[in-house]
């Protein structure tokens, strides 16, 4: 038997690790993606602020600039080639101030150096009032970045790996790495389950990353954590057209208010610098700060329609830029301190990590039967009552809700798990299809879902969990324990 050695290993399924993985895909290599999560997106690339940034904000010069402003243009066609929605509803910095606007000057100043196209400065408040009418009156003027956009996170990240993976890239889950060797021809990742060999290591771990770098014993950066809490609101509880910032602070693009590609209101995120990498809690000062950030740009919020708090980690290395390059390592590419804009930049990083491989020596012949496009299953909720009365026709599991909030039918939450890369987790299933993402979150459908997941997967319900290892949520039948408590046996 001839040994198995990858040409490219990947470590991190986030949006950065599953977009180099599609474009690696496009080409004749043995790629392989590893992560230490039972699915896709189970990192940062799950919980931000889902904005495909204009690129008006980096300072000129740091790679977060450059592949800023080459990521954006790039989401149309990928978005359009893996069926993910996305929409180019801009951007403002709102202003409420006359220093506010002589920032908005220099933002725009810092957009020209960076080449950002159709970016305008709006001191009509009528005109913006217009435009925008849930914004404070106090509004002394805007920076208006029409190419600014929205798309949903989890689906990019699903789509590009679910694509990746039809086109002949291997998937490791629940493997995390845990060491690396450097043999004379290849490397060997040690997970906790198994050794994989390959010639290259593209690190993408995310926050993890200086932890991965110094497993080969490069330790010439640290990530740290910052910390970015989020109030989500009920869909469409107040009219909101753009995404909307305030000035922004040294640290962050500040408290935003902005809309998801499904139409609910979210407030978010705040700037928390912390230890703990695993740390993805809410808290009360960090929510009251984002409600009295969000009131500054629309003071009629109506928080009392949240739905959920959820947090998101930042990965920010020693010098605030991303660390993108070869190493003294042969083989070893750093990917690391991906913090916003990372997931903008996420397709144009993958272009570069293509440039960077052949310019390290790696031939690159472009596979022919490449397929981009990638077919989803029909979004009951989204159809008229004729398309769906003929979807049940041809299976009746689509008159089967599960989700009462986001109209997910059985069919759908089936095909989910059945799918290339398909879903083992509850988080996989609400990620690919929204049930559980509606105002109940999960109170009428949880123990649907785990019972379909359960028949499907055919393992006891008592081994399915939320998102992995030490997230079940059922630990026996109340029969059996009654039995053991009361019968003690
Ligand atoms: C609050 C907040 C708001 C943001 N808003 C935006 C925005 O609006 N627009 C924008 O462009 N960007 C935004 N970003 C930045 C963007 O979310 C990130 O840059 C991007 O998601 C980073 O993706 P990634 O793949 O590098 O990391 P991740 O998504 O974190 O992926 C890293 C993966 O590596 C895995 N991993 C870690 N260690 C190991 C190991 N030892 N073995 C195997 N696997 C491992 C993890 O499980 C994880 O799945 C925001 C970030 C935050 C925190």
């Not at 009629?300 to 990965?315: C, H, K, M, Q, S």
């Not at 987790?425 to 690919?432: E, N, Q, W, Y």
Request: glycine share 8%.
């Amino acid at each position: 038997m001839t040994e198995e050695i990858f040409d490219c290993c990947i470590i991190g399924a986030g949006v950065v690790g599953c977009a180099i993985a599609r474009r690696l895909a496009q080409f004749q290599l043995k790629t392989a993606v590893i992560e230490k999560g039972p699915d896709v997106c189970c990192g940062t690339s799950k919980a931000n602020s889902g904005i495909v940034h204009a690129g008006y904000a980096a300072q000129p010069g740091t790679l977060k600039a450059k592949f800023n402003a080459a990521g954006n243009p790039l989401f149309d066609q990928v978005c359009h080639e893996l069926s993910v929605p996305f929409a180019r509803i801009g951007t403002f910095v709102v202003a409420i101030t006359d220093d506010g606007i002589k920032v908005l000057e220099k933002l725009y100043q810092r957009g020209q150096e960076n080449k950002i196209p159709k970016l305008q400065i709006i001191t009509d408040t009528q005109k913006i009032r217009q435009m925008e009418p849930s914004l404070t009156p106090n509004v002394t003027g805007v920076l208006y970045a029409p190419t600014g956009g929205i798309v949903s996170p989890y689906d990019l990240t699903i789509g590009l790996a679910e694509n990746a993976y039809v086109n002949g890239v291997q998937f490791f889950f629940n493997s995390e790495v845990v060491g690396i060797d450097i043999k004379e021809r290849y490397k060997v990742i040690q997970t906790r389950s198994k050794e994989i060999k390959t010639h290259f290591i593209l690190n993408a771990a995310g926050v993890h990353a200086d932890e991965i770098s110094r497993m080969v014993g490069l330790d010439y950066f640290t990530i740290t954590p910052r910390k970015g809490e989020y109030i989500l609101l009920d869909k469409k509880c107040i009219e909101l057209n753009h995404v909307l910032f305030p000035i922004p602070t040294p640290i962050s693009k500040g408290i935003v208010v902005s809309i998801t590609m499904e139409g609910h209101i979210f407030l978010g995120p705040n700037a928390e610098t912390i230890e703990d990498k695993e740390d993805k809690s809410t808290t009360t000062e960090g929510l009251n700060e984002i409600i009295e950030g969000a009131r500054k740009l629309v003071p009629d919020i109506p928080v009392n329609e949240a739905i959920v708090t959820y947090a998101g980690l930042r990965a920010v290395s020693d010098n605030n830029d991303f660390i993108i390059e070869p190493t003294k390592v042969e083989g070893f590419i750093n990917v690391a301190g991906i913090q916003s804009p990372g997931l903008t930049a996420s397709l144009a990083i993958a272009e570069y990590i293509v440039e960077l491989l052949e310019n390290l020596g790696v031939k690159l012949s472009v596979k022919p039967n490449f397929n981009p496009i990638r077919e989803i299953p029909p979004r009951f909720a989204t159809l008229s009552n004729e398309e769906r009365h003929q979807l049940i026709l041809r299976n009746p599991d689509y008159g089967h809700i599960i989700c009462r909030c986001e109209y997910v039918t059985e069919a759908e939450i089936k095909a989910a798990i059945h799918r290339p890369l398909g879903a083992t987790t509850l988080d996989g299933v609400k990620f690919r299809t929204r049930a559980q993402m509606g105002r109940c979150h999960g109170g009428f459908c949880t123990n649907r879902i785990l019972e379909i997941l359960s028949r499907e997967l055919q393992v006891p319900i008592e081994q399915i969990s939320k998102k992995g290892p030490k997230s079940e949520l059922i630990v026996g039948k109340t029969k059996d324990l009654w039995r053991i408590t009361v019968e003690g046996n």
